[in-house]
């Protein structure tokens, strides 16, 4: 025997399997992302007044991605559409387009990242703190033998607080030479910097991956099943539906999770 | 597998997507906009970019994963999904800031 | 959801052929050994795999129990036997001991080996033993012949599903070997312990968790499709086993509740990894040095996801255990199962609540009243759903034409120690007795009666139930009721005392056996812990080794009746439901010809029929199948 409704509907429920199996899957995905948001609800509710940061993170390239995404669920549905009307040149065209726009995203996210890891604040012996982008090493740069300088794009403050709040303590950044021997600790931006960091590289780290494997499926479909486009078209175009679903679902993730991280 | 029984053609879904990425873009704008208001606290303005927000997410998963046209089964599915999803942030929520009476203050 | 045979595609066996052909084309030619043995899509290969790796898992957690109960017994002494092998795998976390003279004695187990221990013990017993036993071995096995499909709706997410499982049991054993020793956490694994323990076996521990989560969730999600889309038609919903229905709500559970406690387990990872601070609380001190992490985070956080999925996985352990239980019932009883729909609607009520209810493992944590009391309600009333399952496994033994054999003894003896197992919970769901009782020996003798003489017995009860379909040969009954009555004895006079030791202020995870705190070591003291109590520990050492002792038979059973069993014919126990009404052991495709279901599943005794049974499907195109596959 076979097994039944891998491609037409089971009439009591009127969908086929592997929506179902997509959709049970995608529950379980909510509950993944929404224990993590429940977490940075916890985390972000429990600190200290004035030390949760506000605008670490580049607004316009946010919204880029945000722009990027959305088009990339649209060329999804579109690509979609396109099989349901058996147009293959169309279909390959919109997933071409979908995977382009996913691997913008993630040039987009790993900048983003690579800015946070060379972005450091340095606790300096006198008590105040520098913070900004780490511009160079002098050659005889040694953390522990407290020898050498650094030269960072940035700025001085007293005060940690004004690190946080970005949009209030607007920084203006100059070029500043800093001795090793002046400083007490240093630490870039990664996510062992404080749980606000941690939180944002673990969401939108999660996130990425999913983007990820999403990514493979699609080009997996897009590059090697086209066989099956000319023996069974409908189930070929059941798998761009599926996996359309989950590509779907990873930008439904993003469009809270941007507001969430970048603007408030 | 199709769910209705409406024709499908390109331009109908070139058209019903070129109005949902207009209208998400007005969404992200206002999101923007909202968090730069001037006179807000931030517990207000993460309420207006939430609810912003929502509208987005409706407009994704309504037109985009075609939920609105989707059956009672799936939608079972997600209501008890959701309901356990509120559960789980609100109940810890309200563990972690409920304290017994005549102790410390934190 | 009508009464009358639905109106599917019809089955065409005429076209078997031309299906066969341009499918994935392996009808017509021998799979090799690896993908018919390791790389099967098949049900219940899958199934059984599950099942051996699921008892090989449950034999080790059972070991490490036996060395702690020795180390309780006989604190810091040479271990008989297994020092040296211990030692062998273990490095310095088995220490030498060496009597006056400088001689080596053997080898002992120190108190961070005996914390491993007992992580490991509760993880594997859990993660790598009920549950694939319970749902990925019996489910995966059973499930589709119950509801008269060809196999499960996803069967490449299914091998997918095992070979996580796999992965994940090997990540977890191999944390023994590395430096440092396996997880020391307690199989809850709280932060910051969790993150401030120096070893790596954490770390293991966590990666072991993702890939055995990853697996219950492909699981999860195939059942739950397969129980939707694949029941064959006339197979409604209030007809089905309600074996299956425990499945159904099972599978459920695990889809909704394990998420979080991934998403928590990658955060742990990265604390103690990546030097996050998401458990770690400001101003932590380690070894006396303050301010290695960032801080502002909230161990409670961590025991809110852990327990978010903690508290509904207890009911994974149990429900397909109710299932098995039930079957079985229902099959030597010759009747029906009393109050079917009360079953069907309190297992769907008893999932729905178990998601929330977790914080009564967190009374302790300094919870305000209010929501401790939100608590407590759910608590008390999820008891209610419990009871009447329970109950309704009672009264369908009513007027019951019983019939004793092995697995009916098992599925009997659930009765009972389930009962004991849920009686003694109720005090610890109400917050005044738990501040007592919590992390005592109470808690450990309550949950073990739920899982070890509840679960597992059923389990058992399963094993010899469904043997006859896998091999076509039933096991030995004679040793079946030794396994059975040793086991029973055993079991209660291992887990009893427990109850008395927790009463009494026993603290449980105290690798001395609570020596510090007995009335012999601290003389005068208060509230000490008396000598019969210190002396129930080697009473219960030797218990658990006779317990250990009484598997044997059931091992030898399982392989010896593979060649020597009494060979039986397809439906050895006359039962009504699908799963006998397949060839024995079942082809691939399960059925010759497709099931059309025309009754409900516990047709036993109706009145006016040749047999004492009814089976619940007809086959009417068995004829023309037959012809079809020449």
Redesign the interface.
Known sequence: MEIPYTVENRPDTGIYNAKLGIWLFLASEVMLFGGLFSAYVLLRTGAEPGMWPHGWLDVRLGTLNTILLALSAITTLLAWAACKVRDFGKFKFFHACTILLALSFLCVKSYEYHDKFIHYEIALNDGTFADGHLEEKSPDFDLKAKTGTITILGRIVNDRKELMDLRTYKPVNSKIEIKVADILKMQNYGPWHNTYTAIYFTMTGLHALHIIGGTIVIFYIWAFNRKMWKTDPERFTNRVEVSGLFWHFVDLVWIFLFPVMYLT | ???SEKP???ES??KL?SI??TV??CA?GG??W???LPHTG?TG??VI??A??AV??FL??GY??HLLSE?K??YA??V???F??I???G???????????G?AVH | MQATVQQFPPYRPDDADEAAAHDHGHAHHEPNFLSKYIFSTDHKVIGIQYGFMSLCFLLFGFFLMLLMRWQIAHPAMAVPLFGSLIHWACGDMAPAVKDQAGNLMGYAISPELYNAFGAMHGTIMVFLGIVPLAFAAFGNYVVPLMIGAPDMCFPRVNMASFHAFFLGGVVMFASFFIPGGAAQAGWTSYSPLATTIPTNGQAFWLVGMVLLITSSLLGAVNFIATIIQLRAPGMTWMRLPWFVWAQFVTAFILLLAFPPLEAAGVLQLMDNALGTSFFLPTGLAVAGKVGMASGGGSPLLWQHLFWFLGHPEVYVLILPAMGVVCEIIANNTRKPIWGYKSLVYSVLFVGFLSFIVWAHHMYMTGMGQTIATFFQITTMAISIPSVIILTCLFLSLWGGSIRINTPMLFALAFLPMFGIGGLTGLPLGLAAADLYLHDTYYIIAHFHYVVAPGSLFALFAGVYFWYPKMTGRKMNEFWGRVHFWCSFVFMNLVFMPMFAQGIKGMIRRMSDGGINYSAAHVPGAIDTLPQNIMELNWWIFAAAVGLGLSQIPFIINIFASMWIGEKVGTNPWQATTLDWHTPTPPPHGNFPSEPHVVRGPYEYSAPGHEHDFLPQAEFPNAAHAAHAHH
């Not at chain 2, 109940?91 to 009476?101: E, R, S, V, Y």
Request: glycine share 2%.
């Open positions: 597998m199709s769910e499908v053609t390109m879904y070139i997507c949902i990425f998400v873009l992200v999101m923007i909202a968090s730069f931030w303005k993460v970019i939430l912003i927000a987005n997410a994704v998963a985009l994963m059956k089964l799936i599915v997600l008890f999904t959701v356990f999803v559960g789980l942030a109940l810890t929520l309200w563990a972690m800031n409920d304290f017994p009476t102790t």
